[in-house]
């Protein structure tokens, strides 16, 4: 999986491009962690490119938010429906913080 990274500030902007699905889940993780660890949790990971996702996507979103302390946990921007709909079938929306705009979830680190 192709992941873009790009700088806002203080915080990592991920654009990960495609479905976030089994075979795919340990590129996209590493990138997470790695830029987890580089910008001390300040990250956003924008899915307007990722159509959707599978078992193995939920759960890899899972370990990433609940590997940082909430108040520096990674931000998800951009879900579109069908990922919003797998999230909230599986009970995992509420417990990510979600925004519409990358903006949005770029000013979430400054309150």
Same mark, same amino acid.
């Given at each position: 999986? *192709?992941? %873009?990274?790009?700088?806002?500030?203080?915080?990592?902007?991920?654009?990960p &491009?495609?479905? +976030?699905?089994?075979d !795919?889940? !340990?590129?996209f %993780?590493?990138?997470?962690?790695?830029?987890?660890? /580089? #910008?001390?949790g *300040? $990250?956003?990971?924008?899915?307007? &490119? $990722?159509p959707?996702?599978?078992? =193995?996507?939920?759960?890899?979103l +899972? !370990?990433v =938010?609940?590997?940082?302390?909430?108040?520096?946990?990674?931000?998800?921007a951009?879900l579109?429906?069908?990922?919003? !709909?797998?999230?909230?079938?599986t009970?995992v929306? /509420?417990q990510?913080?979600?925004?519409?705009t $990358?903006? &949005?979830a770029? #000013?979430?680190?400054k *309150?």
């Amino acid at each position: 999986m *192709r992941v %873009d990274v790009q700088s806002s500030g203080s915080v990592a902007v991920l654009t990960p &491009h495609g479905p +976030l699905i089994r075979d !795919e889940v !340990e590129d996209f %993780d590493r990138v997470v962690r790695d830029s987890i660890k /580089a #910008r001390d949790g *300040r $990250v956003v990971i924008d899915f307007q &490119h $990722v159509p959707y996702l599978d078992s =193995a996507g939920i759960e890899a979103l +899972l !370990e990433v =938010a609940s590997a940082t302390p909430s108040v520096t946990s990674p931000r998800f921007a951009q879900l579109g429906d069908t990922c919003r !709909e797998a999230l909230d079938l599986t009970n995992v929306l /509420a417990q990510l913080d979600v925004f519409d705009t $990358v903006e &949005h979830a770029i #000013r979430s680190f400054k *309150r």
